[in-house]
């Protein structure tokens, strides 16, 4: 058996890349990527969250969070004002448009993660993302 086949990290990372690339297609006339598309997920989930919280939860580095929130309230995809409890910090609100471009590519992701995951039955997909879930929160 090949090396790279026992790596964890390989396959999941060739995995990954695939829902990537199937998805960014989809993106692409709302000028994000998937991590953009997640980030606005976070903040319909979380409304008036800071780029900190963010950034902690989907454990991306901070200059990167500051760019991402820079063009999606280019967009008009979220709104940032000031916190008002912290004077420091911004909160984040997903607008209207946002909120359009998260409706109409969710199923798109759905029919994606179903499409790589179309050789595992809905049990083994379920327990792929239990663990997946797990090994996630201990990080």
């Given amino acids: 058996m090949n090396k790279w086949n026992q790596s964890y990290g390989f396959l999941l ?27 606005l997920l976070y903040i319909e989930e979380n409304p008036y969250c800071s780029q900190k919280d963010i950034s902690d939860n989907l454990q991306i580095d901070r200059t990167t969070m500051v760019s991402h929130i820079d063009h999606l309230e280019k ?36 029919e994606v993660e179903a499409e790589v995951l179309s050789p595992l039955d809905a049990q083994e997909r379920q327990s ?12």
């Fill in 128 to 139: 792929l993302k239990d663990f997946l879930i797990k090994v996630w929160k201990t990080l």
């Fill in 75 to 110: 967009l008009e995809f979220v709104e940032r004002t000031k916190n008002p409890t912290d004077r420091r910090s911004y909160s984040l609100l997903i607008i209207e448009k946002g909120k359009e471009v998260l409706t109409s590519r969710w199923d798109n992701l759905t």
């Fill in 13 to 39: 990372g060739k995995v990954l890349q695939q829902m990537e690339e199937k998805f960014a297609d989809g993106l692409v006339p709302f000028q994000i990527n998937a991590r953009q598309y997640g980030v």
